[in-house]
């Protein structure tokens, strides 16, 4: 099974242009246990090039029988942009389905 969609700015970072070499980093998680770290259904990682842009594609392959175990309110997405060194550069800040098909990130 995947999950397929866009990372797309907000709050003025929407015509955003990459450097090159960043790192966007797009996971399926189950985050339904309270207080607890989230486990990690599927992750894919893109090298963004020099002059990218959002919104930015994705499809993050996981197990569909590792998902169905996971209710719909924990079943969900989580993106992040990091420099070449590591450092943060975006991340979503809300709760996002994995069921959407849009995930929203912030300039941090």
């Known amino acids: 099974m995947s999950a397929t969609g866009t990372v797309t700015g907000k709050n003025g970072c929407e015509a955003a242009t990459f450097n ?31 002059g990218d842009k959002f ?29 070449n060194n590591g450092t943060l550069l975006y991340t979503n800040d809300t709760r996002t389905s994995a069921r959407d098909n849009k995930i929203e990130v912030i300039k941090v």
Do not use: H
């Open 20 to 50: 090159g070499n960043e790192i966007l980093t797009v996971s399926v998680q189950d985050t339904a246990r309270m207080g607890a770290p989230a486990i990690t259904l599927g992750q894919q990682e893109i090298t963004l090039k020099k």
């Open 55 to 83: 919104p930015i594609n994705y499809n993050v392959q996981y197990n569909e029988e590792d998902a169905s175990k996971v209710p719909d309110y924990g079943f969900t997405l989580n993106a992040r942009i990091e420099g």
